[in-house]
């Protein structure tokens, strides 16, 4: 990326957060530290970084709760740190709209690649332009979704899952397909898919349990039908 960008790295453990400090600062990101919840939050009030690395498992107030408050007031992309067994904590921090997960122990290296794909797709697109169906609007540079004129408050893989489902109308896709295209992966949980479905349903569906907009294909994946 052509600007430097700032990483908050939230982690009570002093190794992992030098480790994935030298990463990232090898990587070219500048990058903050935080031991707690508190003092994450309160960093990220005051100096509004462009993605935050948070380790679930902190003292005090818990990387979940941390999400959670975060994505009250802010869309800055977060990627989760998780242990190998936290399957439920995982999937929970995805629904709180967390926008990756590596999973401990972990690669630095594979963590600060992620950063690096989360940060280029939040970065504005080079190019101006509007997706619109109905009452539903994208603007691509600008990454702002609208419904009916209210901001959708979307997280980056959120908006790139709507981008790409309003770009390919009537596509039948299955999850792997949509981990590759969106997310980018080879590889990975296909749960990630389904709960930024849902949490996409939430915020266009007129009646999230019976969606029209973003069908589900049993024994594939999800169709987006046009309004």
């Known amino acids: 990326m052509a600007d430097v960008t700032t990483v908050l790295v939230v982690d009570d453990d002093l190794t992992v957060r030098d480790v994935v400090r030298r990463y990232l600062e090898l990587a070219g990101h500048q990058v903050a530290l935080a031991d707690n919840g ?21 003292p005090g107030i818990s990387g979940l709760e941390v999400c959670q408050r ?21 999937i929970a921090g995805l629904q709180l709209g967390a926008d990756d997960y590596v999973t401990k122990p972990f690669s630095p290296r594979e963590l600060a690649l992620r950063v690096s794909s989360v940060l280029r797709r939040a970065a504005p697109a080079p190019l101006a332009g509007t997706i ?24 980056t893989r959120e908006f790139d899952l ?19 295209k969106v997310w980018g992966w080879d590889f990975g949980d296909q749960s990630t898919v389904t709960v930024h479905v849902r949490r996409l ?27």
């Open 70 to 90: 975060l994505r009250a007031t802010s869309t800055v992309p977060v990627v989760m740190l998780t242990a190998l067994g936290e399957e439920e904590n995982r």
């Open 38 to 58: 508190e003092d994450a939050l309160a960093w990220i009030a005051a100096h509004k970084p462009d993605l935050v690395v948070l380790d679930l498992m902190l």
């Open 201 to 227: 349903r939430e915020k266009i569906e007129t009646t999230p349990a019976k969606p029209t907009r973003i069908a589900t294909v049993w024994g594939v994946g999800y169709r987006y039908d046009r309004a």
């Open 162 to 180: 709507l981008a790409y489902f309003l770009t390919h109308p009537g596509e039948a896709c299955t999850r792997e397909h949509l981990l590759e």
């Open 132 to 155: 619109a169906d109905g009452d539903l609007e994208l603007d691509v540079s600008a990454r702002r979704a609208t419904r009916g004129g209210t901001d959708l408050s979307l997280t």
